[in-house]
């Protein structure tokens, strides 16, 4: 059984997420669990989407009120001694993509496009609320803000669109690329982009384009490794914004050479807590 030391962390962090479909639950919508416990789906509408808007928060949903309890006594509890991650924000797209099942919003973006621009006006009032809640409920303005296991005095959370996967540049900068953009504007110059996927390589020239994205975070499919897409990473640190290299400690080693030090943000895969230690020297002594 493999174990996951975060030998880095001076600080401890918490994380209570519903997973990649929770604001479709805060909406009313139900999650299905795979008997694997990974990644949960939402049981979509086959109804038009219009008929679905305006998706708004259910302010008596159990689990909305439950998130906003959890944080709560978190904050009261520890008093900033552990930090709470945010909500899972696949909002914008994402959102829709929830409530409307994959091939459905693809066809809605050709049949009702002036719709979809709806429906990602209620995403981006939705993510308003839920991120303001959050700071509230967690007194996140008063203790500091924990996201992708970094401390951060100012607002930081994880962006993401998944969905951009399945569409093209077009299609990318008419519809997600302004949720993108006023949602990091809500959240300031410390914002992590979840990066999902080869598929959604393709946009990077419009993600380097976003002022307030501070990391981008590529999540790698089975089979491949982040040594496989230095290119990518050069590019997007080419225009000041940092990334995320995950490998062994050849592969950090080699890395290291091309990557820019105050640019990158390195997990190593080790055995033990020696081989951390070691990998932790050499970065010390050749960055």
Partial sequence: CSQKIYKGESMPGYWTSLGTHEIAQYCGYDVVWPEDKATNWCRHSDKELEELLPLKIDE???????????FEKAAEMWQGRVFPMSYDFHSNMDLLLSVRGDANLCMDLYDCPEVVKKGLEDACAIFEKMWKTFVAAS???????????????KPSTVLACDFSALIGKEMFDEFALPCLNYESEIIGDRVVYHWDGPDALKHVDSLV?????????????????HYQFLDVYQKVQSHGKSVVFGGTPEEIKAASKILKPNLTIYIPEVANVSEFEEMEEWLIKNS
Avoid: A, D, M
């Fill in 60 to 70: 008596n949903n159990y689990y909305w009120k439950r998130s906003i309890e959890v």
């Fill in 139 to 153: 007194k996140s303005e008063e203790y500091g803000y924990y996201q992708f296991r970094i401390y951060s005095e």
């Fill in 209 to 225: 384009g976003i002022k307030n994205f501070h990391t981008l975070e590529y999540t790698c499919s089975p089979g491949t490794r």
